[in-house]
């Protein structure tokens, strides 16, 4: 009797449990200790601001057990409104030669050129996630909320953009961003690590791409 | 009297620039034989060569070049170190069938053999810097000269160094067969142009300068 019962109610369990889990992806988990601020006046922090136009980076990618060092040059061309990334060897060789585009007129990527030995779908997928990650621009249309840590006066923006949230937790001081997750769903996408800074575009950084465990590291030199 | 002083500074600098390109002009190669045999020549004399390098980096995107600087050494048959020191303390050192990165004091040792692209940067290198592209066939090979220097245009047959370069250009120092200048175009014409300068040759080099 007590058999027959359970298996009568088993569809409304897993429609239960189904619907649980779809309502726990929507929502963020924000960090622990931060306060919703409402009725505030919110800017996503910029991480390449609009007076930045290049820099060179010391730079290495980590793909599972490989490891690649080198140069890397990212350039702001105003004309088109885009960012042309140039990751190359200490020789000259290009590994890889990509742009970028977030905002007007439309966003945009393409892969100028990538070393045979890198490409691969699943990196050029992660290398399209985390370069639209560090220069994203959001619509001003696109929902903002903030949270605040009472003591620390950190700061946590939350923007939702289509099924993805991104999570922007801010320096007190100089009040840049100093981690950016993307998540889609539950999973973390990847995260960006950046140490605190006050120019218009950052000096060290590190990149994340936890799906593929591509990780990314810059660090800026004078040539 | 202005447009006479323009007129003539013009004309200074019309012929200053034909000048220029002139010497820059490269013209096919006649005599091939008599410059395979003086490169023949000089690679059985040249047992080492220690040289500082210039490397001058050109991409489209950039209107500057990109400067690096370094020591660069070889050792007959296939040592070979480029130590690079500005703008950053890095270098390459193949060694006994291995190949060693040494970025700052983080130390990588790569086996040639089993690394494609190690074996592919290696096979230039080495190419390039001794004058190994006599008998080579992994590239078609022509040649050129100037007044000042012969210039040997590889172009890679296998598509894996393809993939990476359209062409290498060799110049040879007419004066002494060495190597001046090397230049990797690549896909899409970004190039890197490395100078040799101050160049010494057959002067003993200690195994430790590359361990």
């Known amino acids: 009797m007590r058999r027959r019962k359970f298996t009568s109610l088993f569809p409304f369990f897993l429609v239960f449990i189904v619907l649980t889990m779809n309502l726990s992806s929507c929502s963020y988990k924000h960090y622990k200790g931060f306060q919703l601020v409402s009725d505030a006046d919110v800017h996503l922090p910029v991480i390449f601001d609009s007076t930045f136009n290049k820099t060179t980076y010391l730079t290495t990618l980590k793909v599972f057990n490989h490891e690649l060092s080198g140069i890397t040059i990212i350039k702001k061309v105003k004309k088109t409104n885009t960012f042309h990334v140039v990751f190359m060897s200490q020789i000259g060789l290009k590994y890889f030669d990509l742009v970028v585009r977030m905002g007007k007129p439309a966003d945009w990527f393409e892969i100028n050129y990538i070393m045979e030995s890198l490409n691969k779908e699943f990196i050029i997928k992660a290398l399209q996630t985390d370069f639209q990650l560090l220069f994203a621009k959001y619509p001003n249309t696109n929902e903002l909320q903030l949270y605040q840590h009472p003591e620390s006066g950190s700061k946590e923006i939350i923007v939702a953009n289509n099924k993805e949230v991104s999570s922007y937790l801010t320096d007190p001081v100089t009040q840049k961003a100093s981690l950016i997750e993307l998540r889609k769903g539950i999973s973390t996408q990847a995260t960006i690590s950046l140490v605190p800074y006050s120019t218009n575009h950052p000096p060290e950084f590190k990149i994340n791409n936890k799906k593929t465990r591509i990780q990314l590291e810059f660090k800026e030199i004078k040539m | ?211």
Do not use: C
Not at chain 2, 25 to 45: G, Q
Not at chain 2, 50 to 72: A, N, P, R, W, Y
Not at chain 2, 106 to 133: A, Q
């Open chain 2, 1 to 211: 009297m202005k447009i006479y002083n323009l007129l003539i500074i013009s004309l200074i600098l019309i012929v200053l620039s034909s000048f220029q390109n002139e010497t820059e002009v490269y013209h096919k190669l006649k005599d091939v034989d008599s410059f395979i045999s003086k490169v023949k020549i000089y690679s059985a004399e040249t047992f080492s060569i220690k040289s500082d390098f210039m490397q001058e980096k050109h991409l489209t995107i950039l209107e500057e070049v990109l400067i690096s600087e370094g020591h660069f050494t070889f050792q007959k048959e296939n040592n070979v170190l480029w130590e690079y020191t500005h703008p950053i303390d890095y270098a390459i050192i193949v060694y006994d069938g291995k190949f060693i990165i040494r970025d700052v004091d983080k130390l990588s040792e790569f086996n040639i053999e089993s690394n494609r692209m190690f074996k592919e940067i290696n096979n230039m290198i080495i190419t390039s810097v001794s004058g190994n592209f006599l008998n080579n066939s992994d590239f078609e090979v022509s040649y050129f000269e100037n007044n000042d220097f012969y210039m040997v245009n590889l172009i890679p047959v296998r598509p894996e160094v393809k993939d990476m370069l359209s062409e290498i250009e060799i110049y040879f120092d007419k004066k002494d067969i060495s190597v001046s200048k090397v230049k990797f175009i690549e896909p899409g014409d970004d190039f890197t142009l490395i100078k040799f300068f101050n160049k010494e040759f057959n002067q003993p080099i200690p195994e430790q300068v590359f361990n």
